[in-house]
C-alpha cells in the first residue's frame, strides 16, 4: 500500500466533499503526523483550512488520571472538523476525541478521516473518508509505520 498516494486520494475527497471552513485534527500519535501530510496536500490545492492536534486522553472512559482536560488550540466553533486518525477500529479513541473537540467548542460538524479502517466498531461512529478497508480478526492487529516515526512508510497487519 502506498500511504502517500492513498492520502492524495483522500485529500481529494475532502477537497470534492465541498466542507468549508475546514479544521483538521489529528489524533496523536500517528494521526498527527497522516494530518500533517493531508494539510500538504490541501495546500498544493490551494484549499483553505487550520490543521491542530487532539489530547483525547483525558476524556478516555477506560483510562485513569490521564492529566487534566485541555483546549485546542484553534476553536472548533462553527467550523467543519475532520478528525484524523491511522487505524478505525473500536471507536474509542474517536469518541473520546469527539468529547475533546466539543469540549473546546460547537463545532458545525464532525467528521473522520483515517487511512485504515479494520472494522469491528464497538460504538456507532464511521469515518466518512477512508484510506482503505483491511477486513480483520479481532485477534489480528494492524500497524501503520511512518517515516516521520518509524522510518519508513508501512502498513503491516499481524
Known amino acids: ?19 468549508t471552513n475546514p479544521l483538521l485534527i489529528g489524533i496523536p500519535r500517528r494521526g498527527d503526523h497522516l494530518a500533517k501530510r493531508i494539510s500538504n496536500n490541501l495546500v498544493e490545492e490551494n484549499y483553505s483550512h487550520d490543521l491542530d492536534t487532539v489530547n483525547y486522553k483525558p476524556f478516555r472512559d477506560d483510562l485513569t488520571s490521564e492529566g487534566d482536560k485541555t483546549f485546542l488550540i484553534v476553536n472548533p466553533q462553527d467550523r467543519d472538523v475532520i478528525l484524523i486518525d491511522d487505524v478505525v477500529y473500536t471507536g474509542r479513541t474517536l469518541r473520546a476525541s469527539i468529547e475533546a473537540v466539543i469540549y473546546s467548542g460547537r463545532a458545525k460538524s464532525i467528521s473522520v478521516a483515517c487511512l485504515i479502517d479494520r472494522g469491528h466498531r464497538e460504538l456507532p461512529i464511521s469515518p466518512r473518508f477512508v484510506g482503505k478497508n483491511i477486513p480483520t480478526n479481532e485477534s489480528e492487529y494492524v500497524s501503520v509505520y511512518l517515516n516521520e516515526l518509524d522510518d519508513k512508510d508501512e502498513v503491516e497487519v499481524s
Not at 500500500?1 to 466542507?19: A, F, G, Q, W
Request: glycine letters at 0%; zero cysteines; proline letters at 0%.
Open 1 to 19: 500500500m502506498d500511504i502517500n498516494k492513498t492520502l492524495y486520494r483522500v485529500s481529494k475527497e475532502i477537497i470534492e466533499s465541498e466542507i
